[in-house]
């Protein structure tokens, strides 16, 4: 097949959704399809190059940080993708491109298909303080952009009641992102972790709770902050918070106030070919956010044989397993309670290091590309159905 996939967000940005092109692309492309990309530059120039299209955009940090709008039309762009003629185009995104996308695939009579990644009510407060409005504004755009799709892929089962609980009437199917598992299964020399370690400056006899993702209000790292300053003397134990973002400095300062010295570590940003050491570095992976969608975080740390103890949420049913790679907390005393065990016990470290590391692999990337790929062939043939029947209605 020839598939064209449209994003407003493309590398050099790393995100989940950046993330999830990527291994599709590199996925499809394994399996025989032709897949090409139109996104949006990093400047007010349009690009073309390995087959990746980049349209001129600007900033528009003050709506969401790291957002772009599109501000070149692309119409040459536009018309080189129209000659190739794709048969199936794949939306990542509900603004900039996803117009571009929609135009696409009206143009050429072919299957759109649109992964709704974001759960926008959690990100409310970059742009609108009346959380009433926001659940119906966007309940309301979801709607109009859904409907102008022909199947919408739900990372999560999460995802999927959410749509619904918008009344979107569009077909949806649930797909769980898939990760390179490579990446985070290559083995790592012992050497290199325990250099890592002293340049962290974190006694050999700590365990490593790592925290590993973009510094962000929605995260809800202020809660581990805050759990973390009341249970921290009850062994040795180092909190490492890993990335940057816009949360960062508000973190520091909370930090600060809780008197929680040494016992925290933030690395800032970290080259994303040494974030896998991160991940392997660490003896249990926190979260307490409740915004994600696809979980990717969870994944890698699983994947790199790292259990995890994260907040309570619907997107990870069938990741985080109570018990079997981890654990889902509910309230600062289940937090504790768990955290008190797996510091207390090597042998249960032992047996969720390896549960962590066996439920990774039905997330690889891999099965991601064959159940979307699935989907775009059973589009194909709706689409070659409605067609034939309109030329005979004619």
């Known amino acids: 097949m020839k598939i064209l996939i449209t994003t407003d967000w493309y590398t050099p940005a790393v995100n989940g959704v950046v993330t999830s092109v990527l291994n599709l692309r590199r ?4 399996r025989g399809h032709e897949v090409r990309v139109l996104t949006l530059s990093q400047s007010p120039l349009s690009s073309r190059r390995d087959g990746v299209v980049r349209l001129g955009s600007i900033s528009a940090g003050l709506i969401y940080p790291g957002a772009r709008l599109r501000t070149a039309l692309g119409s040459r762009y536009v018309r080189d993708i129209l000659r190739w003629k794709p048969d199936i185009v794949h939306s990542q995104c509900e603004f900039s491109t996803f117009f571009l996308a929609r135009k696409i695939a009206e143009h050429l009579d072919v299957p759109l298909v649109h992964t709704y990644h974001t759960i926008y009510e959690d990100y409310t407060h970059y742009f609108s303080p009346i959380q009433k409005w926001s659940h119906q504004t966007i ?11 022909d199947c919408v892929i739900a990372p999560t089962e999460k995802v999927r009641l959410l749509l619904e609980g ?4 569009t077909k949806i199917e649930v797909v769980p992102t898939g990760i390179d598992l490579r990446k985070f299964t290559a083995p790592i020399s012992q ?10 400056r974190i006694p050999e006899d700590h365990l490593i709770l790592t925290c590993i993702g973009r510094l962000a209000e929605e995260k809800n790292i202020q809660e581990l902050l805050d759990f973390w300053s009341r249970c921290r003397n009850d062994a040795p134990m180092t909190l490492l918070l890993v990335g940057d973002g816009p949360y960062r400095e508000t973190l520091e300062n909370q930090a600060r106030e809780l008197g929680l010295g040494d016992s925290v570590r933030f690395t800032g940003m970290v080259p994303p070919e040494q974030v896998a050491e991160y991940y392997r570095l ?23 044989g790292t259990p995890a103890l994260c907040r309570a949420d619907p997107c990870l049913e069938g990741v985080v397993e109570d018990g079997v790679n ?25 047996t969720l290091h390896q549960g962590a590391a066996d439920s990774a692999m039905k997330f690889s990337a891999q099965v991601f590309a064959q159940r979307v790929e699935k989907i775009y062939r059973e589009q194909l043939e709706l689409a070659a159905l409605r067609k034939d029947s309109r030329e005979r209605s004619a």
């Open 27 to 30: 996925e499809l492309e394994a």
């Open 139 to 149: 309940s309301v755009f979801s709607r109009w952009i859904t409907a102008r799709t």
């Open 166 to 169: 918008y009344r979107v009437r």
């Open 191 to 200: 050497e290199r972790l325990t250099a890592l370690r002293r340049e962290l």
């Open 282 to 304: 660490g003896d249990l992976f926190l979260s307490g956010s409740t915004s994600e969608t696809q979980g990717l975080t969870y994944i890698e740390a699983l994947s790199s």
């Open 326 to 350: 981890g654990w889902q907390y509910r309230d600062e005393a289940d937090f504790r309670e768990k955290l008190d065990r797996f510091a207390a016990d090597p042998a249960l470290r032992q």
